[in-house]
């Protein structure tokens, strides 16, 4: 009941909010993907004039295929549950993969079935990786993010374009200030559950995501705050396709 209150809105769904925040995932429509035939897709957002695209995809048990992609395009994969092999090298849940502009046509096989994120990216002329990266990222460290109870890891940078992917580990009981970046930030929830809010004119949206949760945040948007946090360890999946810089904001309040 508590949580009801808190959130002021538990019968009617998350609050509404001038971009794409307080989705979950599982109760988007599937739809089609020509270059991976045989999935189930989800799409998460888009963009038809450059063909960027970010999706969550279900592999079936026994799938062979490539990794498709679109010429000049760079995409990301990323294995949330399942068993994926990509150019034979076996990625378990946490296992990402970075795929550059010219890199198309990988193989890819499941044997019990797999679920990944799977992204299209713009053009990025001024990219400096131009190899591939695959990696396990449980092998890589927690760095401390610079408030209490929240860690990072980095999966990609490039040094050219600022364009970061990293998760992030925020521990029981932390919160996250009030903030914003410069840049458009995506994230999905891989694991545990957060509450979030929202600063939009001032006004205050809070609402929990559930493992599955997703946003699309644009540049300046301001979220965090004091309701934010859960009661168990939440771990998100982000990324920037452009450098960002963080900024952490006094209050929720209207900007001019």
């Known amino acids: 009941m508590a949580l009801c209150v808190l959130l002021a809105a538990c019968a009617s769904g998350p609050p509404k909010v001038p971009y794409p925040a ?18 189930r897709a989800k799409q998460l957002a888009g963009d038809p ?21 679109v010429p000049g395009r760079s995409m990301e994969i990323f294995v949330l549950d399942g ?28 044997e019990e079935g797999a679920r990944i994120l799977y992204f299209v990216n713009d053009s990025d002329p001024e990219a400096i990786i131009r190899s591939p990266i695959i990696i396990d990222s449980s092998l890589l460290p927690w760095n401390a993010a610079g408030t209490p109870g929240v860690t990072t890891r980095e999966l990609r940078r490039d040094p050219g374009t600022g364009a970061a992917t990293w998760l992030l ?49 644009p540049a300046a948007a301001v979220h965090g705050g004091p309701l934010s946090g859960g009661e168990s360890a939440a771990i998100w999946f982000l990324r920037e396709t452009e450098g960002g810089v963080d900024e952490v904001v006094p209050d929720c309040v209207p900007t001019s």
Not at 89 to 101: E, N, Q, R, T, V
Not at 178 to 206: F, M, N, P
């Open 22 to 39: 307080f989705v979950q995932v599982d109760d988007l429509d599937d739809v089609f993907m020509a270059s991976l035939p045989g999935i």
């Open 83 to 110: 068993l994926l092999s990509i150019a034979d090298i076996k990625l378990p849940p946490g296992g990402y993969a970075f795929l550059p502009a010219g890199s198309l046509g990988f193989n890819m096989t499941t």
């Open 169 to 217: 580990r925020i521990e029981a009981g932390a919160s996250l200030p009030w903030q914003k970046s410069s840049a458009l930030r995506e994230g999905y929830l891989v694991s545990g559950t957060y509450q979030d809010s929202e600063c939009v004119g001032g006004e205050i949206h809070t609402w929990q995501y559930n493992k599955g949760g997703y946003f699309y945040r």
């Open 49 to 69: 004039q450059t063909r960027r695209t970010s999706n969550r995809i279900d592999l079936p048990p026994d799938w062979e295929g490539t990794s498709g992609g």
